[in-house]
Nanobody
C-alpha cells in the first residue's frame, strides 16, 4: 500500500491557474504509472490525466486537453497537475492514485489503487 498526499487545491476565478501536487512521504513513486482523477458530489469519479513511470507517455481526458499538464519529478518524488484556463466545470475534489492493474484502461478507476485523500478545487464564475 502506498500512502499518497495531494496538495495545491484552492479557490480560483474562471481563467485562473492552479498546480496540484501528489507525493508519497514514505517511499518513492517513480516506479509507478500515476493518475489524476476528479469527483463532484453525486457523480462518478472521472479520469483527468495519467503519466507513465518514465514520464514519456501522458494521457488526458478530452475536457482538459490543452489546458492541463501532468508531469513528474523523481528527485522531488512528486507528480504534478498544472491546470490553466480553469472553468467552473473543473470544480471537484482531485485525487491522485497509483496504477496497479494493467489489464484495463488507464482511464478506469479500477486500474488504480492507493488513492490519496483528495484536494478541493473550486473555480468561481
Amino acid at each position: 500500500q502506498v500512502r499518497l498526499v495531494e496538495s495545491g487545491g484552492g479557490l480560483v476565478q474562471t481563467g485562473g491557474s492552479l498546480r496540484l501536487s501528489c507525493t508519497c512521504p514514505e517511499r518513492p513513486i517513480s516506479s509507478y504509472t500515476m493518475g489524476w482523477f476528479r469527483q463532484t458530489p453525486g457523480k462518478e469519479r472521472e479520469f483527468v490525466a495519467a503519466i507513465t513511470r518514465n514520464g514519456v507517455n501522458v494521457y488526458y481526458a478530452e475536457p482538459v486537453k490543452g489546458r492541463f499538464t501532468i508531469s513528474r519529478d523523481s528527485a522531488k518524488n512528486t507528480v504534478s497537475l498544472d491546470m490553466n484556463s480553469l472553468k467552473p466545470e473543473d470544480t471537484a475534489i482531485y485525487y491522485c492514485a497509483v496504477r496497479v492493474d494493467y489489464s484495463t484502461t488507464y482511464a478506469s478507476t479500477g486500474a488504480y489503487g492507493s488513492w490519496g485523500q483528495g484536494t478541493q478545487v473550486t473555480v468561481s464564475a
